[in-house]
DNA sequence: GACCTGCTGCGGTTTG
């Protein structure tokens, strides 16, 4: 650095020391460390809880710089603004997941913006951003551009992008760590990648939460500089967890999983409280909730507020102003709450029910005294007697920092396509090039020539059996090998379906006079005639009529109806998390959780036994029902489901028998329809790693999972046409009807397309996580069997058995010996 | 002596 540069450094410094301290601010040590990273031309990772201040540490760098060529321009002492000029290129673009982060995002840099003479507008979907600044985004005509992966990849899709982005100087990533293990950060992957051969000098941060991988975090957004500093804010935000304890010889439940049993506990918490918010796992838990706490509140009913996912925007939106300015007491909520812009007049945070993950706690409690210097909080509210254990167990991982990693997805060559469209959509692209480019991504660096030869071929032609289709051939190569899209209307589809995000289409649900109250899904709706009412976005309503997928409503003047369910994620609980529970009833810590569960352990052992690292405990139960085997490696649900299956088709195949069986978070139990006594030899041959893979295949139903995880990828292809906007929503039946039928056409004549090969793998790593898997049954080989014969069904086993009732059944028997069977048993109890 | 879940996120103006 020449002299005159590092004087204008030290002045562009101080200057921002005055224009913080003209706020009454300080720079932190970590802001300050960035920003000199940041002007030595290095990239990087921030990792700061969020509210610490990261906006301005992250923005500091780009702000010096147009600091610094002011005060290089300037006259010594006078305070000259640079002037926006039109053939000035757009200097830093801002990426966040969220909207209404962007918008949030917005407000905080507008002020200081605006006052250095810069240009500064979020870009982003219709109705949220201003005409103007989507003008002005699609222009170029922009300083600084706030935006999300999905509007940034559609503005590449343009073709006067690159002139846009060439004189780019910085990109921030926010939230990093929740696009780093999806395909939103696989498709943001491939967006920088091009920016980085627009701009190649571009600087580029990372801001994220903590998380098991943070090294890898980095290096995925940071492929090209593998030594990537990592910053970390000085002092990552305390947290105390606490709990709500069963009363001295208060029974708790067994099983279930909705903790209303603690509404009383929880109103009086909430009095005690400013303003709370109340966390469940699901949506219609919030429903639920909601509801009861309302029944029961005694102040103003308005106090009380709902938030979920399927809640009309402007119903959701109503409820963040009132968070914002303080005028709910309480606001009941699913993950929707977990993002987004700050409540700093929240001071109390509950969880009911299950914690599923310590990240996904020390998220939550992250929502409550967000104010510099205070401790986060969460109350957890346990719906079942062993869910203590959970939170024992997220206390001591807390405490040991050992947060859950976030897992990069590779090789998604659906994400891929959209992308080559997009390119090809933007000005077009050569193959070698774009090739060169693609490789040098993190989810894209194995991708063999092969491959890339069938994405090609599938954006051009669609593939084998389906070239004939015109509207499968989207991109063409031009004589001078650049591939391209001339059709206007495929130009126009392939805007619209931009995005990795796949939803199934919902009934919207509707007052007569207009107003929107959100969406549930088809089959609830269905079941209801009109007339009926049901329970939803906090209100009662009664069904007027259906119509093209819109569920016309009123207010029901009193009564009580079904609440929906929505089919959703599994959640389920993190290996971290299941391994620390496992720890804490084999030794519990002296924590009052665990004190507190001292009698139901006590109970565990002198019914059979406590489960250990070292051993497996199986529990072979004889009812009148019939004989369960119950088996607790704590692995995970996802994990015990494949597993269950696994045992029951191996057990089968030695003696032909109907098997059903269930999983939890903590265990399994298979149930023979025969009876049939386990021992612990017959368990480690079925344990046994051999095998795997073919007998999973046989055991599993593969070829609906496939079918099922094919049209996610061929939604994310561009092979199923979006719903246009203006039409009328396609409903769920129709879509999965051609996804179907595009399955079956391309399994029959192209059966190595890469969208089929695509969806099994993800079968395989996503849904059944394989590997997780054979580690697991590994981790079963290495344990001590302990059998157990307990006269009655366990604590540990009662939920699974109570599981069981409701789950699948997995046959070797011939429908023939079923039959039989079938007719025995009626004899027998109606006399023969 | 008990009881039965399943999250979140985004995206637009062509042609018939």
């Not at 706020?23 to 030595?40: I, V």
């Not at 906090?538 to 079904?562: D, P």
Request: include cysteine; aromatic fraction near 6%; proline fraction near 6%.
């Amino acid at each position: 650095m020449t002299g005159g540069a590092r004087a204008r450094r030290r002045e562009a410094m101080q200057r921002l020391d005055e224009w913080f301290a003209g706020r009454g601010w300080r720079p932190l040590r970590f802001q300050k460390a960035l920003w000199r990273r940041y002007l030595a031309g290095e990239s990087g990772l921030l990792n700061t809880p969020t509210g610490s201040g990261k906006t301005l540490a992250a923005f500091g760098g780009p702000l010096l710089e147009v600091l610094g060529a002011a005060a290089a321009s300037a006259e010594p002492g006078s305070r000259a603004k640079p002037r926006r000029t039109p053939s000035r290129p757009l200097a830093v673009l801002w990426v966040t997941p969220l909207r209404a982060l962007a918008n949030d995002t917005v407000r905080a840099l507008r002020e200081p913006i605006g006052e250095l003479g810069l240009d500064l507008a979020v870009g982003m979907r219709t109705g949220d951003a201003s005409a103007r600044d989507r003008r002005l985004a699609r222009a170029g005509k922009l300083d600084v551009l706030v935006t999300t992966p999905e509007s940034l990849s559609l503005l590449l899709s343009y073709p006067d992008s690159a002139g846009h982005f060439s004189g780019l100087r910085c990109v921030v990533v926010d939230e990093w760590h929740e696009l780093l293990g999806n395909k939103r950060g696989v498709l943001l992957q491939l967006t920088l990648a091009r920016l980085r051969r627009l701009s190649p000098d571009l600087r580029l941060w990372g801001l994220s939460a903590t998380l098991g991988n943070l090294d890898e975090a980095r290096d995925v957004l940071l492929p090209h500089r593998p030594d990537a500093p990592i910053v970390t804010a000085a002092r990552a935000r305390r947290v105390t967890v606490t709990t709500l304890l069963p009363e001295e010889g208060e029974r708790f439940p067994w099983a279930g999983h909705l903790g209303l049993s603690q509404l009383a506990r929880v109103v009086a918490a909430v009095q005690g409280a400013r303003t709370s918010l109340v966390f469940t796992n699901t949506r219609s838990q919030a429903e639920l909730w909601h509801q009861a706490l309302s029944a029961v509140w005694p102040g103003r009913p308005g106090d009380i507020a709902l938030h979920h996912g399927s809640l009309d925007p402007k119903l959701r939106a109503a409820t963040e102003a009132g968070l914002r300015d303080g005028s709910l007491r309480c606001v009941v909520a699913t993950s929707s709450l977990d993002l987004g812009v700050d409540f700093p007049e929240v001071d109390r945070v509950f969880q009911v029910g299950s914690p599923k993950g310590v990240a996904r706690l020390l998220q939550r409690a992250g929502r409550s005294r967000h104010r510099p210097g205070e401790a986060g909080q969460v109350t957890c509210v346990p719906t079942h007697a062993l869910e203590l254990a959970e939170y024992a167990a997220a206390r001591v991982a807390l405490a040991e920092g050992r947060i859950e990693a976030r897992r990069p997805p590779v090789l998604s060559v659906d994400v891929l396509a959209q992308h080559c469209v997009t390119l090809a959509l933007g000005g077009g692209f050569d193959a070698a090039g774009l090739y060169r480019e693609v490789r040098g991504t993190h989810a894209f660096a194995a991708l063999e020539p092969a491959a890339w030869q069938a994405v090609l071929d599938f954006i051009v032609q669609g593939g084998r059996a389906l070239e004939n289709y015109p509207d499968y051939r989207r991109v063409v190569r031009g004589e001078d090998g650049i591939y391209k899209v001339e059709d206007r209307r495929i130009a126009f589809r392939h805007r619209l379906s931009i995005g990795t995000i796949t939803s199934d289409g919902a009934v919207s649900v509707k007052f007569l006079r207009g107003g929107g109250l959100g969406s549930v899904e088809e089959g609830f709706i269905a079941r209801l005639r009109p007339g009926d009412h049901f329970q939803f976005a906090g209100r009662t309503l009664v069904l007027v009529r259906l119509e093209s997928m819109t569920a016309y409503v009123r207010l029901a003047r009193n009564a009580s109806g079904q609440v929906p369910k929505w089919q959703g994620g599994r959640m389920p609980l993190s290996s971290e998390l299941a391994h620390e529970v496992e720890r804490q009833l084999a030794s519990p810590g002296d924590v009052p959780e665990m004190r507190a569960m001292a009698p139901l352990l006590r109970l565990q052992e002198r019914l059979s036994g406590l489960p250990g690292p070292g051993k497996l405990l199986v529990e072979s139960v004889k009812r009148r029902d019939g004989r369960h085997m119950f088996v607790y490696p704590f692995a995970g649900r996802q994990t015990h489901e494949g597993l269950a299956a696994l045992l029951a088709l191996r057990w089968g195949r030695r003696t032909p028998n109907t098997f059903r069986y269930a999983a939890n978070d903590y265990g399994l139990v298979l149930t023979p329809a025969q009876d049939l006594e386990p021992d612990a030899d017959l368990l480690r041959e079925l344990m046994s790693p051999e095998g795997l893979r073919q007998d999973l295949e046989e055991s599993l139903n593969l070829a609906e999972l496939a079918r099922r995880q094919f049209r996610e990828v061929a939604r994310i292809a561009g092979l199923l046409p979006p719903s246009l906007p203006g039409r009328a929503v396609r409903s769920m039946r129709q879509l999965q009807a051609s996804s179907s039928l595009l399955f079956d056409v391309l399994q029959r004549y192209d059966p190595d397309h890469l969208l089929l090969r695509l969806a099994t793998e993800e079968v395989w790593s996503t849904q059944l996580d394989v590997q997780r898997l054979q580690e697991a049954l590994a981790d079963c080989a290495r344990r001590r069997i302990e059998l157990h014969a307990p006269r009655s069904l366990t604590p540990l086993a009662f939920p699974l058995w109570a599981e069981n009732l409701r789950s699948g059944e997995l046959s070797t028997e011939s429908w023939k010996a079923r039959v039989q069977r079938a007719a025995a048993e009626l004899e027998r109890r109606h006399g023969g």
